[in-house]
């Protein structure tokens, strides 16, 4: 009990720390299961690790939060900080025009500021322990039909990640992008191929990381400013007096 009751106050937590969108347009995916066959040999292995004491407290903590393990996943875009909900969904505003982007995942990135609260840019912390894939929507013109292609890509040397990246915050082994093709539509809310978890993705380590790092993140709403002879756009973030 008293484990549940820590995975429910972390859950909690990251329900009340999770951006809340408001736009027309939205860039949006879901997080399913990894379809898996039963293994013998893990189950045998498994089963010798509840025969230690110490072993049974973490492996309850996990089964507790694996319950519903593709929800409660962080990621990251321009800015914005969303936590994927019990089916699995994550959705931010689209901030950029073209219908091409890039996803990584990893466990750790690492903020480069300019001033206090205000980041330049985010980085990988470890090139290494990371994976990156890019996502594309086509046009196939002898099927008439739009599709996204989903590939591979190299991690960029510098380490700096884009801001119209998608950062998914987990180990890369617990995550899994088909590549290919899948079929879509052309429309200005992006609905992205659904992305696999696997069950062993450690949700309450990756958000104890995100919460030492939220408030590096904030929403920009849009002001506009009357001049004499015209209207001026701007940005304004919650931290502005």
């Not at 951006?19 to 010798?48: G, H, R, V």
């Not at 699995?88 to 091409?100: A, L, S, Y």
């Not at 990584?104 to 990371?130: C, G, Q, R, Y």
């Not at 899994?176 to 992205?192: F, M």
């Amino acid at each position: 009990m008293k484990y549940k009751k820590i995975v429910n106050q972390v859950f909690i937590v990251s329900l009340l720390i999770s951006s809340k969108i408001y736009c027309d347009n939205i860039i949006t995916f879901f997080l399913k299961p990894y379809p898996q066959m039963s293994d013998p040999e893990k189950a045998l292995k498994k089963a010798k690790k509840f025969a230690r004491p110490e072993k049974y407290a973490k492996y309850t903590l996990r089964a507790a939060t694996n319950r519903y393990f593709t929800s409660g996943i962080f990621s990251s875009y321009m800015g914005y900080l969303d936590l994927s909900d019990l089916n699995g969904q994550i959705m931010f505003p689209r901030k950029h025009d073209k219908p091409n982007l890039n996803i990584v995942i990893t466990k750790h990135i690492f903020p480069v500021l300019m001033l206090e609260n205000t980041v330049h840019h985010w980085e990988l912390s470890d090139k290494s322990k990371a994976i990156m894939y890019n996502i594309q929507r086509k046009y196939d013109v002898l099927a008439k039909t739009y599709f996204w292609e989903t590939k591979k890509i190299n991690i960029p040397k510098d380490s700096i990640i884009s801001k119209d990246t998608i950062v998914i915050i987990a180990k890369p082994k617990y995550v899994y992008i088909p590549e290919g093709i899948t079929v879509t539509t052309k429309n200005p809310q992006l609905i992205l191929p659904d992305i696999y978890v696997k069950q062993g993705i450690n949700k309450v380590e990756n958000s104890l990381y995100v919460f030492g790092i939220k408030n590096l993140f904030t929403t920009l709403d849009e002001t506009y400013k009357k001049s004499k002879t015209k209207y001026s756009e701007q940005l304004k973030s919650e931290y502005t007096k």
